[in-house]
């Protein structure tokens, strides 16, 4: 797992042994979240129009993805019940035939070096967790 700091945005990466196209369409899939997302695990991913609704630590969230391409963009939007919203930009990029790269960029927003941290935490163990499944598959 790979990490470059900034003082606004820190970009994870993990490197997965299968086919890219592999990769974005297991990841792509709201219903896979609970999977390898731990802050969903649990949760039963319900479809509303445009966007999916399920439980999180910080109570019913809101998960809406770009729509469906051929570049490997799965860039997300979180919506909390407080209306507050996060966009997670995030990337499936092919490295030869069989091997891939997700990237994660973690944005700072309001939060404090510590909740920063945590989240880059977080997030770098949700990249081992998907890697650990895409390949076991």
Known sequence: MSTTSSSDSRHLSVVVERPWKDVYAFTADPRNLPRWAAGLAGSDPQREIEQWSMSSPMGRVLVSFAPENPY????????????????????????????SEVVFTLRRGTMGEDELAADEAAVSADLATLKGLLEER
């Open 72 to 99: 490997g963009v799965l860039d997300h939007t979180v919506t909390l019940e407080s209306g507050e919203s996060t966009l997670n930009p995030m990337r499936v990029l092919p490295l030869g035939e069989e091997r």
